[in-house]
Every structure is written in structure tokens, then in C-alpha cells.
């Protein structure tokens, strides 16, 4: 993994950007604090395992659980001693997996290193060769006065490090504050050479890994900027409530599978803005529906769709957003657009784009929850073993076409499974596609209903639609 003068480098530059403080430059190294190889005598020792969620010792290739640290920190990343170890652990595990893609080799039950003239190290354990080429990487950062300032506690200091995960002392903190000072006095004059990587690779995952990493803070700090915005308005509303609940949670996932989509659609940096924002802000009618009508039956005399559209424009909520002017009409006519039969006509290609992104999301949420089987009874009924589906919505499903609703009284249990999966026949891009089926969401849709051998036509056009539409 990269030693603390690259963890150092990255801190620092971030640092400068964000206007973090040292709290920030010290949770980038304080991950290596308790393990016993950098900071003598700490109070404690952890295994990686513990304080860098991986699912290796040091003898096998030690593999880094992001998903697991963010299931378990992603409501503290306000933190900056846990946002720091959250680069800390990016920063290692973009180093690692280069090294794994490019300079280590398993031969039977061995791994071996492939050094920079192409031959096999037999000898010597490649991790040790990968820690000695790491370590001359970073002391040219020392050479070259680029591993930032001396640091100092702050008045948070204490405070913030008692949300790790694991116990560390005040005299730890102190020994790596004291380590990372260290660090910056040390002088470097002499050159020595690589032997697993050359300089060039080094320097280029260096700054592929900063790119990703600054990436990530973007996001997150711009997502700090939206909720914020969207949490003062919820705030209104009574969080008791089961259905503001349901609806302000769906919202943050309905958010969360706007960036992955987004994402795997290779967007641009203003137009994954513009899908996080449109997701999060699609539902917001549904508070003030919820309070005036107790009901998420939308009418003639109130659509969710529209009457947010309303909140952000005439309300003026947008102007709260950090997002050019420009934009305002397009976010608008997506949220507008997002529980509509079809998308009305006239939008530009962008406007239409994100029309169609948030609608994939906001479907793809909901097949995700009700296959789950968390959906509140009021809502669906996971034991009600009746099966019943008039002429006509089969008939529409089998058309494979959303369900139009409006025109629809009492419909029944069966008949709610079948118009949420017909969903999956208006979603317009194959990577929201392939998520479903590669997460096997209609699979556990299918099993957890009650009888389920009587959906079993539906479910298969449902998988078949969706492979053909991935095919073509």
C-alpha cells in the first residue's frame, strides 16, 4: 500500500481544495496507526482486517471492502477523521489493485512479482518488493517538499476519533501527529531504483488515483450541498409519519441508483449533477400530498409530479440548489415528468435524457423495495394469496406496456404486482436493465409473493423483455 508521504500528497492537495483542516491530514493516515509497523507502542494492535476492512492477511493480497465501510460510516462522512480514512482506504486500494492487475503473478498456490524488466522475482515476497518500490516513490514527495505542513490537534480532535470503529488512545494520536511532523522535517537526497515498477507507472496511478479520489469528494460534497437543501424542506413534515418516512428513504435511494446509472452512462460531471438532483427532488410533491390528503393517489386536483415542479419553481426551492439558472426548466420537467403515463413531447435531447433517467431510477427502486419484501401492508400485501388480474391489464401487460391506472378502481393485491412489474417495460436504458436482472430483482420479486406459480407467465416476459432490450 502507499506509504504515509503519498497519503500525505493526496491529504494536502485536498486539503488546499475543500478547505478541510488537520483533522483531515490526520484521518488520512490513521488507518496505520494501530498496527505496529509505523507508530511504536500504540495502546492497542488491530489487524487490517479491523481498521482496513479487508478480507486478507499479509501473506494473500490484501483486498479493501469499500462497500463495507461506507454500509458503516456513510453517516459520518461529516467526520473528517473518517472522511480522511475513507481516501486513506481509496487511496490504498487503487495502489493495490494496480499492482495486483500489473505486477503480481499466482503460480499454482504462490503469488510471485513481475518486476519492471518483465522477469519473475522468485526469491523475494513480492509484497515486500511492492512496500520497498512504494517507499522510494513516496520519499521523492519528501525530496521534494511535497508531503505539506506540520499539524496539530484541534479542539475536535478527541472527539471526532471516538466515531472509528476501533479504540485509540490520546497517546496514539499524539505519536502519529508527532510521526506525520516527522515526515515533513525529514530530508531525502539519495536516488535509489524501482524494481517492481518504473517511475512513469508510479506517477500515472499516482494521479489517476487522485483524479478518482478528488472525484469522490466532489460528489460527496456536492451531495452534502443538495441533501442539506432537501432535508430543511422535508423538515417541515412529520418524520414520524410511515409514509414521509417511506418516501424521504426512497428519495436517498432513488438518488443513490441515479449515480450508479448515471455513472455507467459515462455523463457528464453537470449532468450527473443534474440526475442526483432530479432524484433526490423527484418525489418532493408527495410531502405536502401526504399531509393535505393522508393518500399518494395522485388526482385532477393534485399530481405529485406537477405540484413539485411548482415547490421548485414557483416556490423558488431551486435557487436554494447549486446549479446554474440554465438548468432550472430541466429539472423541473423531470420531476414534472417522472410519474406520467409517457413523457409529454417538445424536450430537448438533455431535457429528455433526464426525463427518462429519473423515471428508469424511481421504477427501479421500487421493484428493488417490493422484491424485498418491505413494502407496508397498506401498500402491498405479502401474505394475500388470492390471485386476480382482469382481462384488461392483463391484456395490457401482455402488450408489454405500463398499466395506465387512472382509469382503474379497487385494484386488488395480484393486480398491484403485476402493473409494478409491468415497470420494467418503460425502462429506456440497458444499464438500469442489466442492474435488474444482474441483481436478480425479479427473481426475488417472483419468490416472495405468495402463489407464485400463478405469475409465472408474467415474470417470464418481464426477464425476456429485458434481455431482448440489452441484446438489441
Not at 417541515?236 to 432513488?254: C, F, G, L, P, T
Not at 443513490?256 to 455507467?264: E, L, R, V
Not at 417538445?346 to 418491505?374: C, F, N, P, T
Not at 425476456?464 to 438489441?472: A, N, P, Q, R, S
Request: with cysteine; charged share 30%; hydrophobic share 35%.
Amino acid at each position: 500500500m502507499p506509504t504515509w508521504p503519498v497519503h500525505l500528497k493526496i491529504a494536502n492537495r485536498l486539503k488546499e481544495k475543500y478547505n478541510y483542516t488537520d483533522d483531515f491530514i490526520l484521518g488520512n493516515v490513521i488507518p496505520d496507526t494501530m498496527n505496529g509497523h509505523i507508530i511504536n507502542n500504540p495502546s492497542n494492535i488491530f489487524h487490517h482486517a479491523v481498521t482496513h476492512y479487508s478480507t486478507a492477511d499479509f501473506d494473500d493480497f490484501l483486498e479493501i471492502n469499500i462497500d463495507k465501510f461506507l454500509e458503516e460510516n456513510k453517516d459520518k462522512l461529516d467526520n473528517e477523521i473518517i472522511l480522511g480514512t475513507y481516501i486513506h482506504l481509496l487511496a490504498d486500494k487503487y495502489f493495490n489493485d494496480c499492482t495486483k492487475k500489473n505486477h503480481f503473478k499466482t503460480i499454482g498456490d504462490t503469488i510471485y512479482a513481475i518486476l519492471n524488466d518483465g522477469t519473475i522475482d522468485e526469491k523475494n515476497h513480492p509484497m515486500i518488493i511492492k512496500q520497498e518500490d512504494f517507499r522510494i516513490f513516496g520519499e521523492c514527495f519528501i525530496k521534494n517538499n511535497e508531503v505539506g505542513n506540520k499539524i496539530s490537534l484541534t479542539k475536535d480532535t478527541l472527539k471526532l476519533c471516538k466515531d472509528l470503529h476501533y479504540p485509540i488512545e490520546k497517546e496514539d494520536i499524539d505519536k502519529t501527529v508527532d510521526k506525520i511532523n516527522e515526515i515533513v522535517d525529514t530530508k531525502i537526497t539519495k536516488d535509489e531504483e524501482y524494481k517492481m515498477f518504473t517511475e512513469k507507472e508510479l506517477v500515472d496511478a499516482y494521479n489517476s488515483c487522485y483524479e478518482m479520489i478528488d472525484k469522490t469528494l466532489y460528489e460527496l460534497e456536492l451531495e452534502k450541498k443538495i441533501s442539506q437543501v432537501f432535508n430543511n424542506y422535508v423538515g417541515r413534515y412529520n418524520m414520524e409519519d410511515a409514509d414521509i418516512n417511506y418516501k424521504y428513504y426512497h428519495s436517498y435511494r432513488v438518488m443513490n441508483h441515479a449515480k450508479y446509472i448515471a455513472n455507467k452512462l459515462n455523463l457528464s460531471k453537470e449532468d450527473q449533477k443534474l440526475a442526483i438532483i432530479n432524484a433526490l427532488f423527484h418525489d418532493i410533491g408527495r410531502f405536502e400530498q401526504d399531509k393535505l390528503f393522508d393518500s399518494y393517489i395522485d388526482t385532477k386536483k393534485f399530481d405529485h409530479g406537477d405540484y413539485g415542479a411548482e415547490v421548485l419553481i414557483k416556490q423558488e426551492l431551486i435557487k436554494e440548489l447549486p446549479v446554474e439558472e440554465k438548468y432550472y426548466s430541466l429539472i423541473s420537467k423531470a420531476v414534472k415528468n417522472h410519474n406520467k403515463y409517457s413523457i409529454e413531447e417538445g424536450l430537448s435531447d438533455q431535457e429528455l435524457l433526464h426525463a427518462q433517467l429519473v423515471r428508469d431510477v424511481d421504477k427501479l427502486d421500487i421493484l428493488d423495495y417490493m422484491s424485498k419484501g418491505k413494502l407496508r401492508k397498506k401498500a402491498f400485501d405479502y401474505t394475500d394469496e388470492t390471485f386476480t388480474i382482469r382481462p384488461e391489464i392483463k391484456e395490457e401487460f401482455f402488450q408489454q406496456k405500463i398499466i395506465y391506472t387512472k382509469n382503474k378502481s379497487n385494484i386488488n393485491n395480484s393486480e398491484k404486482a403485476i402493473i409494478t412489474l409491468a415497470f420494467v417495460f418503460d425502462i429506456k436504458f440497458k444499464e438500469t436493465a442489466e442492474y435488474i436482472l444482474n441483481n436478480s430483482i425479479l427473481d426475488s420479486f417472483y419468490n416472495i409473493l405468495p402463489n407464485k406459480e400463478n405469475y409465472k407467465e408474467y415474470f417470464d416476459l418481464a426477464k425476456k423483455h429485458l434481455k431482448e432490450w440489452i441484446e438489441c
